[in-house]
């Protein structure tokens, strides 16, 4: 061919390869290219999550973790959700995972706040306030 192409537009070449055969629309193929000419594509995973907080804000949807001390108690669970709900005024989606080293109790994070209702927690703030 006569010329060489530098790392950025090899990447380029590659993303537009690979969205074509996937059917990506030319809007989201030039996104990606951006990001790979501005050496961003490493956040892609940041900016869908991002993405995805927005879009669940504008619809009203709230995603909140939550770990119970096992037995899993459904009821639990529900008046927690109502009670979001209700201070939010959003429809909160728990994604819960039981967790035994709580003890008793449960662990809510909701965006960066964390609520830690567990008997783990009460003795780690125990514990806390006996050694300072």
């Known amino acids: 061919r006569g010329y060489k192409l530098n790392v950025v537009e090899v990447k380029e070449k590659i993303v537009e390869r690979i969205c074509k055969k996937v ?4 809007v989201l193929i030039n996104f990606l290219k951006i990001l790979v000419k501005n050496y961003a594509i490493k956040y ?3 900016i869908y999550l991002l993405t995805i907080d927005e879009v669940n804000k504008r619809d009203g949807i709230k995603y ?4 119970v001390a096992p037995p899993y ?3 639990l669970i529900k008046r927690v959700k109502d009670v ?3 201070k ?5 989606v ?3 995972e039981e967790e035994k080293e709580l003890i008793a109790g449960f662990w809510l994070k909701i965006d960066s706040k964390i609520l830690d209702g567990s008997l783990l927690g009460q003795l780690n703030n125990l514990k806390n306030k006996l050694t300072s």
């Open 84 to 86: 979001l709900e209700k």
């Open 73 to 75: 108690d459904e009821k």
């Open 88 to 92: 939010t005024k959003m429809e909160i």
């Open 23 to 26: 059917k990506f629309s030319s």
């Open 94 to 96: 728990v994604d819960v």
């Open 64 to 67: 909140v973790k939550m770990k």
């Open 44 to 46: 892609l995973s940041d």
